[in-house]
């Protein structure tokens, strides 16, 4: 029997306690989760690819049927590479909703073997982001409560 796998693609930068909650979520549908980190130089990061992977890949060791990989092309491209037809996104808002499925439709217009799966995070999660959390940390706030423990030294480090 072939293995149900998705891929849940983002710039995970950094990658929060929302991003997790839709990792378990997904995990639960699929029998693995690729966790897609894009290179997404054009957006500046405030961590490289590396970090950001090696973020991802701290926070998930103790998911089961979870892997961390980057990614440099389309996503569709991407989902190809992997042999994998279906991309899970993450919806905090109803406004998230618009930009989603306009990105969603997008893919599919490029392969109509892809779907996307929209998932919510747990609600205590919904209000974060990594945009909040990077403003947080240049603030020099504190973002620990927003974010899986394992990446706080990293955090730290940017201050």
Not at 93 to 117: C, H, P, R
Request: glycine share 4%.
């Amino acid at each position: 029997m072939r293995q149900k796998i998705a891929i849940y693609p983002g710039t995970f930068d950094p990658i929060t306690l929302g991003h997790i909650s839709v990792i378990k979520r997904a995990r639960k549908i699929f029998d693995k989760v690729i966790v897609a980190v894009a290179d997404s130089g054009s957006k500046h990061p405030m961590f490289d690819l590396n970090t950001r992977v090696l973020m991802a890949e701290a926070s998930i060791k103790e998911i089961s049927g979870v892997e961390v990989l980057p990614f440099y092309s389309l996503l569709v491209n991407f989902c190809q590479e992997q042999n994998v037809n279906t991309i899970i996104r993450g919806l905090r808002a109803v406004s998230d909703f618009e930009y989603e499925l306009q990105i969603g439709y997008a893919n599919a217009s490029m392969d109509k073997n892809i779907d996307t799966i929209y998932l919510m995070p747990s609600l205590e999660c919904a209000f974060i982001s990594s945009t909040v959390v990077r403003d947080i940390v240049r603030h020099n706030g504190d973002a620990s409560h927003l974010v899986p423990k394992e990446i706080l030294k990293y955090l730290k480090a940017e201050k």
